[in-house]
């Protein structure tokens, strides 16, 4: 599967959960620790389901993606 195809499902699935547990604006790990906001857990259950991958295969991924420092930052940051 080509990494665009998942950026495109990563983005719209960032999108969708957004809307759908709120967190507009919320970091998806804030820094010096804490968990994951809502928005970013039920991002990655997405792409581990979409992947068919385990959790920590999705986080790899995203660390891969040309755009990582976006995802990472704003999306499923580790």
């Known amino acids: 599967m080509s990494m665009s195809k998942i950026s495109r499902f990563t983005s719209k699935a960032v999108r969708l959960a957004k809307n759908a547990v709120g967190g507009?604006?919320?970091v998806a790990a804030p820094e010096g620790?804490?968990?994951?906001a809502d928005y970013a857990v039920v991002s990655l259950h997405c792409l581990r389901v979409y992947l068919d991958k385990s959790y920590r295969d999705g986080?790899?991924?995203l660390?891969?993606?040309?755009q990582s420092r976006h995802h990472r930052?704003?999306?499923?940051?580790?």
């Open 63 to 66: 660390s891969e993606m040309p």
């Open 59 to 61: 986080l790899d991924l």
């Open 24 to 26: 507009r604006g919320e």
């Open 33 to 36: 620790g804490g968990g994951f």
């Open 73 to 78: 930052r704003h999306v499923l940051r580790p």
